[in-house]
């Protein structure tokens, strides 16, 4: 087993157990085990031939018979799995409405699968599923980041659509100047302002390109994501292989480099940016 996989492992493990502990139906079996228990054992008559041990092994018993039901329920692994992405990647962060329901979605498919690999019975399958999750995160991680920066450019819009507009004003303003300027020295000077004016818009420029390139990369993986989901529950036992897992894995591995170059590349389009 791969240290990937063991890490994805245990963290679901781990989070389905605490909410199976913590959900309310375990309260009140030990909330009731606990004031049965108490009673009977001060003597307060409840079922007479039932000692106060008996309640506390009853209790016991239906606690454990809830825990053991809840970490096979695959519906309530969804849930568990859906309530941990959403707490990992926090959608409500984001301000722009369409990309909370992107992330969302994203964060849907990802507890979908939790589920499917759940419900599966064949180690082969469970094992080439759950490597599958692993790689699955990674994209997710990425498909995050890339729509925080999306958001930030939103909020951002007005001042960068403000600072362009004053830019090509400006360069016409320092065109017409250097036009009529007679002196050499002042029109070096012009020529220079209206140099890193110039590569303040190509940058401007740059970012808006980007930006359009990451709304259309962020829909791409969100269908290619739905596309995947598809592929990995339709998927049967006897059509598993090492070819065709490997196939699907590749798929997210090129999806994941995709992204991680993008997101290179807007970091370099913003430092670039703040610079000028």
């Given at each position: 087993?791969?240290?990937?996989?063991?890490?994805?492992?245990?963290?679901?493990?781990?989070?389905?157990?605490?909410?199976?502990?913590?959900?309310?139906?375990?309260?009140?079996?030990l909330a009731l085990t606990a004031m049965l228990t108490t009673f009977s054992a001060a003597g307060v008559p409840i079922v007479e031939f039932v000692p106060f041990w008996g309640w506390l092994l009853g209790g016991a018993l239906a606690e454990a018979g809830l825990v053991y039901s809840s970490v096979r329920d695959p519906e309530f692994g969804r849930l568990v799995v859906s309530k941990m992405l959403k707490n990992e990647f926090k959608p409500e962060r984001l301000r722009d409405k369409k990309l909370q329901r992107q992330i969302n979605e994203a964060l849907d498919y990802r507890s979908r699968i939790e589920k499917?690999?759940?419900?599966?019975?064949?180690?082969?399958?469970?094992?080439?599923?759950?490597?599958?999750?692993?790689?699955?995160?990674?994209?997710?991680?990425?498909?995050?980041?890339?729509?925080?920066r999306i958001d930030r450019y939103q909020q951002e819009r007005e001042i960068l659509h403000r600072d362009r507009v004053r830019a090509e004003s400006r360069m016409k303003q320092l065109q017409a100047d250097f036009d009529r300027a007679k002196n050499p020295a002042i029109k070096d000077q012009i020529q220079a302002t209206l140099n890193s004016i110039e590569r303040q818009l190509q940058t401007l420029q740059t970012l808006e390109a980007t930006i359009q390139r990451a709304r259309l990369q962020l829909e791409n993986s969100l269908t290619h994501l739905g596309t995947i989901y598809s592929q990995t529950m339709l998927v049967d036992a006897k059509d598993i292989d090492r070819g065709s897992a490997r196939r699907l894995r590749h798929e997210i591995a090129e999806e994941v480099t995709e992204l991680n170059d993008l997101l290179l590349s807007m970091d370099e389009v913003y430092t670039a940016e703040s610079a000028g």
């Open positions: 087993m791969s240290k990937a996989r063991e890490a994805l492992e245990e963290r679901v493990q781990n989070a389905i157990w605490q909410e199976s502990i913590m959900r309310w139906e375990s309260a009140v079996v499917g690999i759940r419900e599966r019975s064949d180690s082969v399958l469970k094992d080439e599923l759950t490597q599958t999750a692993s790689q699955i995160d990674d994209w997710l991680e990425n498909i995050y980041d890339l729509a925080r």
